[in-house]
């Protein structure tokens, strides 16, 4: 059975750090679903436009393998004021499924909640203060327990691939690699 993976986005996240995690959990067999907080249709940080799979509504009755959040400003506040999406982070480390964030989000939306509570971290430099006793300089990404966090754009795909091995293994997350040329 394949893991199962939800990454929401809001109006303003960071597009590289979404597609890429999109793309490597989907390379690698997770299901992945794209959840927007607001509308289907959202406008990235970068301008690009992404249509969702579903809203956020649709996803809160449904238990997966992990929960992505991509960066990304404004849309790490949109993600961070989603009460839906803050209720499943909550459920999701309470029951020690996987949980992850990128960029600002670490900061933003997992501080903001107290979901780096007792947890080491990274997140967008700048940020740090966010994290205080949680932050880890110098890492690019960063897992601890069922929380993965990694600094921004530039670390994209060791975090997706970091979060592949985590889901489907060693071998999986390797050879995905080994097929984009990223070993």
Same mark, same amino acid.
Request: charged share 20%; glycine share 10%; aromatic share 2%.
């Given at each position: ?62 238990? %997966? ?33 996987? %949980? ?11 501080? *903001? ?16 203060? *966010?994290?205080?006793?949680? %932050? ?13 966090? *990694? ?33």
């Amino acid at each position: 059975m394949s893991k199962t993976a939800l990454l929401p986005i809001a109006e303003g996240s960071e597009e590289l750090e979404a597609i890429t995690v999109v793309d490597v959990l989907r390379r690698a067999g997770t299901e992945l679903t794209i959840a927007s907080v607001a509308d289907i249709s959202v406008t990235m940080s970068r301008g690009t436009k992404l249509v969702a799979d579903a809203p956020i509504e649709v996803c809160s009755g449904n238990e %997966y393998d992990l929960i992505v959040l991509p960066g990304g400003m404004p849309g790490a506040e949109h993600l961070r004021d989603s009460r839906i999406l803050t209720e499943m982070l909550k459920t999701q480390a309470e029951a020690g499924r996987l %949980y992850a964030a990128i960029c600002a989000s670490p900061a933003i939306v997992l501080a *903001s909640h107290g979901l780096m509570a007792g947890k080491k971290g990274t997140c967008y430099p700048g940020l740090e203060h *966010s994290l205080a006793d949680s %932050y880890l300089e110098g890492e690019d990404v960063v897992a601890d327990g069922n929380c993965i966090t *990694s600094r921004g754009p530039g670390t994209a795909m060791a975090f997706a691939l970091k979060l592949a091995e985590m889901l489907e293994g060693k071998d999986t997350a390797e050879n995905t690699a080994r097929g984009m040329l990223a070993e």
